[in-house]
């Protein structure tokens, strides 16, 4: 009896709070935010590919803009899936270029990303 009590007004705490809510609605904002950033990504990509097309050269604005757009949707990426606190633009700055390499993405043991590296090839002779 005591345990459901509990139980019961430990739900109630729960489904009451307030920064739950308030998170949820910044979710939808996100979202929503999130899919005119996708409509752009894929103007900026069907545009570098037409660059590419006509001019064989690969514009250096949009490479730089589709990285910073990209940081910026793995950005709401992780606040959609409660991995970051940290509200996106326009709640914080834009992702510049230079920031724009993932740096993020951490592995358990040294805190920094590493590159994966390539598979051995199976058919060189071993020594």
């Known amino acids: 009896m005591f345990m459901e009590e509990y139980m019961s007004s430990e739900l109630k705490e729960n489904v009451s709070n307030t920064n739950t809510w308030g998170r949820a609605l910044f979710?939808?904002?996100?979202?929503?935010?999130?899919?005119?950033?996708?409509?752009?990504?894929v103007a900026v990509v069907v545009i570098q590919f037409?660059?590419?097309?006509?001019?064989?050269?690969?514009?250096?604005?949009?490479?730089g803009f589709g990285k910073?757009?990209?940081?910026?949707?793995?950005q709401v990426f992780l606040y959609q899936t409660f991995n970051t606190e940290e509200k996106p633009f326009p709640f914080a700055d834009w992702p510049k270029e230079a920031d724009a390499e993932f740096e993020a993405i951490e592995t358990s043991t040294s805190g920094k990303s590493e590159p994966p590296k390539p598979p051995e090839d199976a058919s060189k002779p071993s020594d």
């Open 27 to 41: 979710m939808i904002l996100f979202g929503i935010i999130y899919s005119v950033a996708e409509v752009v990504l």
């Open 50 to 63: 037409l660059f590419v097309l006509f001019t064989s050269e690969k514009n250096a604005r949009l490479l």
């Open 68 to 74: 910073e757009l990209s940081t910026f949707i793995y």
